[in-house]
């Protein structure tokens, strides 16, 4: 255990130990979890010189605020956030995503806000110091799994740091901005339940995204989905980024945290490549979906992976 | 043996066995389980991150970037299940149980016009089959209680249900792992933990395809036992 810590000065609204997720349990009810956006978590861990499989802090709409009490570290802030660091003079510098920041002891990090998105991710050099859980450090506050006893970060917190850091250079990376308001997906193993204008109108209307979201599940508001054959299924194993229909007819997307097992009928499925800019609209946002076959999933996934890798190659030096 | 292979979104695979939920179906469900979980753990399997058992199904879920549904199917058409072995991978378990923290005992007999008494019997004496294990970590679907227990779920489902709440709904029993919202007939309390991020090797009691059997305590074993 190291000697080296942030204090909490105001906690975030959703702030928590996130990694890649926690696989191989999910027969157990275990949910995998994980960094809501992947892409932004690997470049904040890239950005620091750590491997993907280190822990970050994933913050939501509003971030903490954290006072390095010992030690000495460097970050790097992913996403489209809002930040500044105070020092310990009180100076204060304006934050800049996608670039690493050196925090000497003293030194505040403020994380004001997210901005038109909902993630923002926090990694250091090194990694945090917490505790593993099945070979994740994850947070799934639902069940009280992971580190800090499986809780959201609150005040007063001590969050631990594994390493003082020598090296004063820095680093930043360029990230062309993207948004896209049109979302791809497969169809469902139950599509053929809905009625045909239905199926239709899936593909043509917009959806807004309600208040109702969080980690688990995503909300969406717009034009009823007529189920023509049953509107409960035999409960079966849940895939990130299904969308099932309860009788209601207004679509769930479930996310992240989903429940490992569910029994409404499922009309589509994001597709992999297209899940981080679902993940990161915010309520009162409209979205479409358009219909992708599986080969065309896959090769957007590829190309998806690939515009990670150019990012971290394109990791330079600050003079 | 497997009725339809097909893909869910682009990184999930479903074993689809078949419309019934029965104990038959169900442990052909389970033996494949058992069998893509070895192969991937001997590292057959390179890029399988999840393997999901319900009723009926078992959903496979992988990471895109090493392997893709069509190699899954491919491995799971050349699956004989004649080889499958079952009994070696199912685990024996007593849970005690303690009525006197029943919540709906009462309306159960009504229902069922049985007495309390013959409805716990009925209970203790049912050697029960964990179909699958879900929704939230730890939390048993099992099967099968006689027909004469068969019940709906509550009109209005409770705000809060204790953790240990055992309840039954149809032919299934459940045990609640932590407090939460829940619409099944609450019969009993165990004070056994079904999840326990203590134990990390294996923090989960029961597995899809384990046997339970219960066991009547008294509330003053019923404090004793969860307080160890």
Same mark, same amino acid.
């Given at each position: 255990?190291?000697?080296?810590?942030?204090?909490?000065?105001?906690?975030?609204?959703?702030?928590?130990?996130?990694?890649?997720?926690?696989?191989?349990?999910?027969?157990?009810?275990?949910?995998?979890?994980?960094?809501?956006?992947?892409?932004?978590?690997?470049?904040?861990?890239?950005?620091?010189?750590?491997?993907?499989?280190?822990?970050?802090?994933?913050?939501?709409?509003?971030?903490?605020?954290?006072?390095?009490?010992?030690?000495?570290?460097?970050?790097?802030?992913?996403?489209?956030?809002?930040?500044?660091?105070?020092?310990?003079?009180?100076?204060?510098?304006?934050?800049?995503?996608?670039?690493?920041?050196?925090?000497?002891?003293?030194?505040?990090?403020?994380?004001?806000?997210?901005?038109?998105?909902?993630?923002?991710?926090?990694?250091?050099?090194?990694?945090?110091?917490?505790?593993?859980?099945?070979?994740?450090?994850?947070?799934?506050?639902?069940?009280?799994?992971?580190?800090?006893?499986?809780?959201?970060? %609150? *005040? /007063?917190? +001590?969050? !631990?740091?594994? @390493?003082?850091?020598?090296?004063?250079?820095? #680093?930043?990376? %360029? *990230? /062309?901005? +993207?948004? !896209?308001?049109? @979302?791809?997906?497969?169809?469902?193993?139950? #599509?053929?339940?809905?009625?045909?204008?239905?199926? !239709?109108?899936?593909?043509?209307?917009?959806?807004?995204?309600?208040?109702?979201?969080?980690?688990?599940?995503?909300?969406?508001?717009?034009?009823?989905?007529?189920?023509?054959?049953?509107?409960?299924?035999?409960?079966?194993?849940?895939?990130?980024?299904?969308?099932?229909?309860?009788?209601?007819?207004?679509?769930?997307?479930?996310?992240?945290?989903?429940?490992?097992?569910?029994?409404?009928?499922?009309?589509?499925?994001?597709?992999?490549?297209?899940?981080?800019?679902?993940?990161?609209?915010?309520?009162?946002?409209?979205?479409?979906?358009?219909?992708?076959?599986?080969?065309?999933?896959?090769?957007?996934?590829?190309?998806?992976?690939?515009?990670?890798?150019?990012?971290?190659?394109?990791?330079?030096?600050?003079? | 043996?497997?009725?339809?292979?097909?893909?869910?979104?682009?990184?999930?695979?479903?074993?689809?066995?078949?419309?019934?939920?029965?104990?038959?179906?169900?442990?052909?469900?389970?033996?494949?389980?058992?069998?893509?979980?070895?192969?991937?753990?001997?590292?057959?399997?390179?890029?399988?991150?999840?393997?999901?058992?319900?009723?009926?199904?078992?959903?496979?879920?992988?990471?895109?970037?090493?392997?893709?549904?069509?190699?899954?199917?491919?491995?799971?058409?050349?699956?004989?299940?004649?080889?499958?072995?079952?009994?070696?991978?199912?685990?024996?378990?007593?849970?005690?149980?303690?009525?006197?923290?029943?919540?709906?005992?009462?309306?159960?007999?009504?229902?069922?016009?049985?007495?309390?008494?013959?409805?716990?019997?009925?209970?203790?004496?049912?050697?029960?089959?964990?179909?699958?294990?879900?929704?939230?970590?730890?939390?048993?679907?099992?099967?099968?209680?006689?027909?004469?227990?068969?019940?709906?779920?509550?009109?209005?489902?409770?705000?809060?249900?204790?953790?240990?709440?055992?309840?039954?709904?149809?032919?299934?029993?459940?045990?609640?792992?932590?407090?939460?919202?829940?619409?099944?007939?609450?019969?009993?309390?165990?004070?056994?933990?079904?999840?326990?991020?203590?134990?990390?090797?294996?923090?989960?009691?029961?597995?899809?395809?384990?046997?339970?059997?219960?066991?009547?305590?008294?509330?003053?074993?019923?404090?004793?036992?969860?307080?160890?």
């Amino acid at each position: 255990m190291s000697n080296y810590f942030f204090e909490v000065l105001r906690s975030g609204i959703n702030t928590t130990f996130q990694d890649k997720g926690r696989f191989h349990m999910q027969h157990l009810g275990v949910t995998p979890g994980g960094s809501m956006d992947l892409e932004s978590f690997s470049i904040a861990n890239a950005l620091v010189g750590n491997t993907s499989d280190e822990g970050v802090l994933e913050f939501a709409y509003q971030g903490p605020l954290l006072k390095l009490i010992k030690g000495r570290t460097k970050i790097a802030i992913t996403g489209n956030v809002l930040f500044q660091i105070i020092k310990s003079n009180q100076e204060t510098i304006k934050g800049e995503c996608n670039r690493t920041y050196t925090l000497d002891e003293g030194d505040q990090i403020d994380i004001l806000a997210t901005r038109q998105s909902a993630y923002g991710y926090m990694a250091l050099e090194g990694g945090f110091d917490i505790k593993f859980f099945c070979k994740s450090v994850s947070t799934l506050s639902r069940a009280q799994i992971g580190p800090n006893e499986g809780k959201k970060i %609150k *005040i /007063s917190d +001590k969050i !631990k740091i594994r @390493i003082n850091s020598k090296n004063k250079k820095n #680093f930043s990376t %360029k *990230i /062309s901005k +993207k948004n !896209k308001s049109t @979302i791809r997906v497969l169809k469902g193993p139950q #599509f053929d339940y809905f009625a045909k204008e239905s199926q !239709k109108d899936f593909f043509s209307k917009e959806y807004k995204i309600s208040n109702l979201t969080d980690r688990m599940g995503m909300r969406l508001e717009g034009l009823t989905i007529k189920n023509t054959v049953s509107t409960n299924i035999r409960s079966e194993g849940i895939t990130k980024g299904a969308i099932q229909v309860p009788a209601d007819g207004q679509p769930i997307v479930l996310l992240t945290d989903y429940p490992t097992i569910g029994g409404y009928p499922k009309i589509a499925n994001v597709i992999s490549a297209d899940y981080h800019f679902l993940a990161q609209k915010i309520p009162g946002e409209k979205i479409s979906f358009q219909n992708v076959e599986l080969q065309e999933a896959e090769q957007l996934y590829k190309e998806h992976l690939n515009n990670i890798s150019e990012i971290i190659k394109n990791i330079k030096e600050i003079n | 043996m497997i009725k339809k292979l097909s893909n869910i979104g682009d990184c999930g695979v479903v074993c689809d066995f078949g419309e019934e939920v029965n104990r038959e179906i169900n442990t052909r469900v389970i033996k494949l389980f058992h069998h893509v979980k070895k192969e991937v753990l001997k590292g057959n399997l390179n890029g399988i991150l999840n393997y999901t058992p319900s009723y009926n199904k078992l959903i496979i879920n992988f990471d895109l970037e090493k392997i893709n549904s069509s190699k899954i199917i491919d491995f799971l058409k050349s699956v004989d299940f004649s080889k499958l072995n079952f009994s070696q991978n199912s685990k024996k378990w007593t849970i005690p149980v303690c009525y006197d923290f029943e919540m709906d005992l009462g309306n159960v007999s009504r229902t069922l016009k049985m007495n309390k008494d013959e409805i716990i019997n009925i209970h203790l004496n049912t050697d029960f089959f964990v179909y699958m294990v879900g929704f939230v970590p730890g939390h048993p679907f099992m099967g099968d209680l006689r027909s004469k227990l068969f019940l709906n779920r509550l009109k209005t489902p409770r705000v809060k249900i204790p953790a240990g709440s055992v309840g039954i709904v149809e032919k299934f029993c459940n045990i609640y792992p932590y407090e939460s919202p829940g619409g099944w007939n609450i019969i009993g309390r165990t004070p056994t933990k079904l999840f326990n991020v203590q134990n990390e090797s294996s923090p989960c009691l029961l597995s899809p395809g384990d046997l339970v059997k219960f066991q009547s305590i008294s509330k003053k074993e019923f404090e004793k036992l969860f307080n160890e």
